[in-house]
């Protein structure tokens, strides 16, 4: 993004995102603290079989959607509470992928816990990962393809990315320990798939590893004879205790401060944007951390380059996504849930709670792209805009040309 798109992004006005958005609102609002029904007004009907009233609770817009929903869409939406969690005694993990979300090709996401002193062993693996720190803190390790090694700590709201085929590990640690998510640059990627070191000892000849590391055989004698995956480990000490020099410096760094990034500010809420042009190593994903103000919502807009993955931290939000011949579905959001929308499909996301939605954007691409809706009729002749959508010329005459990525309520 060159900076006068960025510049571009931080300004403008809410208006007419706003006015395209109070139908759905206003007939939210009607019944808001019901539990949601299958009704509305002559249509539907009560259900009197087998119902699951907190699931239904979160998914309120499934139940009784918008009178805008048409047609079927594919879910687009999973919750980390319905997945496997494997549990280890350093702490524990779960995913979703391809197979929880079919339209999610490109992009696996993995949320992980290590308590303090618990390690994701040594290990590499085909896709790139890039990874958001939740809560705590951990110490990551890597090297790169000329021996040149990185270890850090990271905290709270930062990021890493190891490129495909880079071996590392990570740490939690004093606290704690870590959480995180884990965002992989392939939808069908298993975290069973990962090349873990004790994997790869135990299925090697001890001869064969005696005579790679110039030491007697005997010397293998208490190795594992299966993948670790994640352990207890005691906790490691002050970094600089625990660095190790490589054959030289990185060329450009594993890590991120992704927090510490002054945001882009609107009435509605702020966004930071990571991608290659301020992350150099994260070649194939960038993403977005966007913070919206209750009521205020994402701009109608969509992404020309890449499909999206969202991962929702903090709050409540809907999102209706258009997908060309006569589709849009929408769907509701809290926190451990993941979203998707597919490549070039229309979509908002709103804040519907009463604090502050917190979510990550994520597309496999090298640089962040979208397109706005309100910045597309503004900068097309207006008696050509009115034409198509019977909206006055006047009114049209107020849309901004910049781009609000958060819009006020």
């Given at each position: 993004m060159s900076d006068?798109?960025?510049r571009e992004?931080?300004?403008?006005?809410?208006a007419?995102?706003a006015a395209?958005?109070?139908l759905?609102?206003?007939?939210?609002?009607s019944?808001a603290?019901d539990p949601p029904r299958?009704?509305r007004?002559?249509k539907?009907?009560?259900?009197?079989?087998?119902?699951?009233?907190?699931r239904?609770?979160q998914s309120p817009?499934?139940?009784?959607?918008?009178?805008?929903?048409?047609?079927?869409?594919?879910?687009l939406?999973?919750?980390f509470a319905?997945s496997h969690i494997k549990?280890?005694?350093?702490?524990?993990?779960?995913?979703t992928?391809?197979?929880e979300?079919?339209s999610?090709?490109?992009?696996a996401?993995v949320?992980m816990r290590l308590?303090?002193?618990?390690v994701?062993?040594?290990?590499?693996?085909?896709?790139?990962?890039?990874a958001?720190?939740?809560?705590?803190?951990?110490?990551?390790?890597?090297?790169d393809e000329?021996?040149?090694?990185?270890?850090?700590?990271?905290?709270e709201?930062?990021i890493?990315n190891f490129?495909?085929?880079?071996?590392h590990?990570i740490?939690?640690?004093?606290?704690?320990?870590?959480?995180?998510?884990?965002?992989?640059?392939d939808?069908n990627?298993?975290?069973?798939?990962t090349?873990s070191?004790?994997d790869?000892i135990?299925?090697?000849?001890?001869?064969?590893?005696a005579?790679?590391?110039?030491?007697?055989?005997?010397?293998?004698?208490n190795i594992p004879e299966?993948?670790?995956?994640?352990?207890?480990?005691k906790v490691?000490?002050?970094?600089?205790?625990?660095?190790?020099?490589?054959?030289?410096?990185?060329p450009?760094p594993?890590?991120?401060?992704?927090?510490?990034?002054?945001p882009i500010r609107?009435?509605?809420?702020?966004?930071?944007i990571s991608d290659?042009?301020?992350?150099?190593?994260?070649t194939?994903i960038?993403?977005?951390?966007?913070?919206?103000?209750?009521?205020?919502?994402?701009?109608?807009?969509?992404?020309?380059?890449?499909?999206e993955?969202?991962?929702?931290?903090?709050?409540?939000?809907?999102m209706?996504?258009?997908?060309?011949?006569?589709?849009?579905g929408t769907?509701?959001y809290?926190?451990?849930?993941?979203?998707f929308?597919?490549r070039?499909?229309?979509?908002?996301?709103?804040?519907?709670?009463k604090?502050?939605?917190?979510f990550l954007?994520?597309?496999?691409?090298?640089?962040?792209?979208?397109?706005?809706?309100?910045?597309?009729l503004?900068?097309?002749?207006?008696?050509l805009?009115?034409?198509?959508?019977?909206i006055?010329?006047s009114i049209l005459a107020?849309?901004?040309?910049h781009?609000?990525?958060?819009?006020?309520?």
């Amino acid at each position: 993004m060159s900076d006068l798109q960025r510049r571009e992004f931080l300004t403008g006005a809410a208006a007419f995102a706003a006015a395209t958005a109070t139908l759905a609102g206003a007939e939210r609002a009607s019944g808001a603290d019901d539990p949601p029904r299958p009704v509305r007004g002559d249509k539907g009907a009560p259900i009197l079989g087998p119902s699951n009233p907190s699931r239904e609770a979160q998914s309120p817009d499934r139940l009784n959607p918008p009178v805008t929903d048409s047609g079927t869409l594919p879910t687009l939406r999973w919750s980390f509470a319905d997945s496997h969690i494997k549990m280890r005694e350093g702490g524990w993990s779960r995913q979703t992928t391809i197979r929880e979300i079919p339209s999610s090709t490109d992009l696996a996401l993995v949320n992980m816990r290590l308590k303090a002193g618990g390690v994701r062993e040594l290990h590499w693996h085909k896709p790139a990962e890039w990874a958001f720190m939740v809560k705590g803190r951990a110490r990551i390790t890597a090297i790169d393809e000329q021996g040149r090694a990185f270890q850090e700590d990271v905290g709270e709201g930062d990021i890493w990315n190891f490129p495909s085929g880079i071996p590392h590990s990570i740490q939690g640690l004093e606290g704690d320990g870590a959480e995180f998510v884990l965002v992989f640059d392939d939808g069908n990627f298993s975290e069973d798939s990962t090349f873990s070191v004790t994997d790869w000892i135990a299925h090697t000849p001890r001869e064969v590893l005696a005579k790679n590391f110039g030491v007697p055989e005997r010397a293998f004698a208490n190795i594992p004879e299966k993948e670790r995956f994640i352990f207890q480990s005691k906790v490691p000490g002050p970094l600089s205790e625990d660095r190790v020099a490589g054959a030289g410096p990185l060329p450009m760094p594993f890590s991120y401060r992704l927090l510490a990034q002054e945001p882009i500010r609107t009435k509605g809420g702020t966004v930071r944007i990571s991608d290659s042009t301020n992350f150099p190593v994260a070649t194939t994903i960038a993403a977005a951390f966007v913070e919206i103000e209750p009521g205020a919502m994402r701009e109608l807009h969509w992404h020309p380059n890449a499909n999206e993955a969202q991962y929702y931290i903090s709050g409540q939000a809907r999102m209706t996504v258009f997908a060309a011949h006569e589709t849009a579905g929408t769907f509701d959001y809290q926190p451990g849930d993941v979203g998707f929308v597919p490549r070039n499909m229309g979509h908002y996301i709103e804040n519907t709670g009463k604090t502050t939605l917190r979510f990550l954007e994520l597309w496999r691409a090298d640089k962040f792209a979208d397109i706005s809706l309100r910045q597309w009729l503004a900068f097309t002749p207006a008696e050509l805009v009115a034409a198509n959508v019977k909206i006055d010329t006047s009114i049209l005459a107020n849309i901004p040309k910049h781009k609000t990525p958060v819009v006020p309520a």
